[in-house]
DNA sequence: TAGATTGTTAATCGATTAACAATC
DNA sequence: TAGATTGTTAATCGATTAACAATC
């Protein structure tokens, strides 16, 4: 059996963004180099080609990356070649927004249900997601390969909790929570008043040298490793 | 002058991490150990006391951190002393979403002004906020600290345009677009389809081995270099 | 052929972490 | 004193990047 090379966790948030790029290209161009992708993403030419290489060779010498086969090597190597269901659990202010974001369904991702516990929500079209009482995740999370938490902090561990035992493995958690989770379930955190202190300091220091970054958004990430 | 030790950019964001930690950790303790915290955030306890060393010493030996104290030096040490003001650009279902979201003003900040240029929305009031036209940028951005862009992603570029020239300094971007910015802004950028890009790929490892993380959210975290 | 650009090596850099002396 | 835990060193690990041979 043949190992999958495993691609370290920095290059694989940079090859989503190399995606994004390629796609809003578009097809004008048969080529672009490990130059133009650099420059477009503001990543280094030689990491570009580094975290390229993780996919096999593909480019050609003095000529580049032929744009339509790059993405969809990149597309295939993410797990991104088929159409994915993605559960938000929290009808509230923000999970009714992302349940109304056309983001998700424009690179791949169907919101496929929309839950909360609150009466007076259940059953209620939200953005054309009928909500759905949590009490019935399990008919329907076979179907679900990622659920997103958009929950008050002070339910989104027992909500994790009933997202895992429904076999539900990979977690987006918008929730102020440091969620507790079995090792097989994947979790990310995007904690919006933490990505505004981080922007805090670096802004003080910022208006002394002069930087800016992002992600890992979220990647710069805080870890999470399950319990 | 004295030159102000330099924090790590990954211990930052840990740092922003322990915070939290401590702040719904009350006062019921008088101190915890590296351990501890460690053990609450999933982060390696030698690490942790790495990170704090960055603050100065502060602990006690066979004592650990006295609690209240060390809330204040990650406080200070991040700049987050003051009641920091934010600017919402964009009053869509994401930007009303923020405006409504009460995590932010649980942790010190303030949203001091909801911006857009929809004649339906200026003037209406979502959250406790009346939306202003982004017009009249320049007259409250003074007193701007952080602003948050919830555009769609066509206009993005020319808000964070609008943002630097009336002196803004900090961005965070929701926009799924990677933002030209003059070297002394500091942006994040916050994709919520990268971010499911990103999980779905260590969701299909992870059914493989089993691992788990987070931020970076963000840490992990794109680069994002002023131009 | 000359020019361009990949793929990869190897040097460098920075971050993680085990280990332990210091010390409460 | 004995036990606990910090603060820091030094080893290790992994990620970045300059450099360049390979080759289109």
């Known amino acids: 059996m043949v190992t999958p090379p495993s691609i370290p966790r920095a290059t694989v948030a940079r090859l989503a963004l190399y995606l994004h790029y390629l796609s809003e290209l578009g097809d004008v161009r048969p080529s672009v180099s490990s130059e133009d992708i650099g420059a477009a993403t503001n990543v280094n030419a030689a990491k570009v080609r580094k975290d390229l290489s993780y996919l096999g060779p593909g480019g050609t010498?003095?000529?580049?990356?032929?744009?339509?086969?790059?993405r969809r090597r990149i597309t295939r190597a993410l797990g991104l070649t088929k159409d994915l269901s993605v559960a938000i659990v929290g009808a509230g202010n923000l999970g009714s927004a992302l349940a109304r974001y056309p983001g998700f369904s424009q690179r791949g991702f169907t919101v496929a249900a929309l839950f909360d516990i609150d009466p007076a929500k259940v059953g209620r079209r939200i953005g054309g997601h009928r909500v759905s009482h949590l009490d019935d995740l399990d008919a329907i999370a076979a179907s679900i390969f990622v659920a997103i938490i958009a929950?008050?902090?002070?339910?989104?561990?027992s909500v994790a909790d009933r997202l895992a035992a429904a076999g539900v493995g990979a977690i987006l958690?918008?929730?102020?929570?440091?969620?507790?989770?079995?090792?097989?379930?994947?979790?990310r955190n995007v904690d919006l008043s933490?990505?505004?202190?981080?922007?805090?300091?670096?802004?003080?220091?910022?208006?002394?040298?002069?930087?800016?970054e992002n992600l890992g958004?979220?990647?710069?990430?805080q870890p999470q490793v399950g319990s």
């Open 194 to 212: 933490t990505e505004l202190q981080i922007l805090t300091y670096h802004a003080a220091q910022g208006s002394k040298s002069g930087v800016a």
């Open 61 to 70: 010498r003095g000529v580049g990356y032929a744009v339509a086969p790059l």
């Open 217 to 221: 958004s979220a990647e710069d990430k």
């Open 173 to 187: 958690n918008f929730a102020p929570t440091l969620l507790k989770t079995a090792r097989n379930v994947v979790v």
């Open 151 to 157: 929950t008050p902090a002070d339910v989104a561990q």
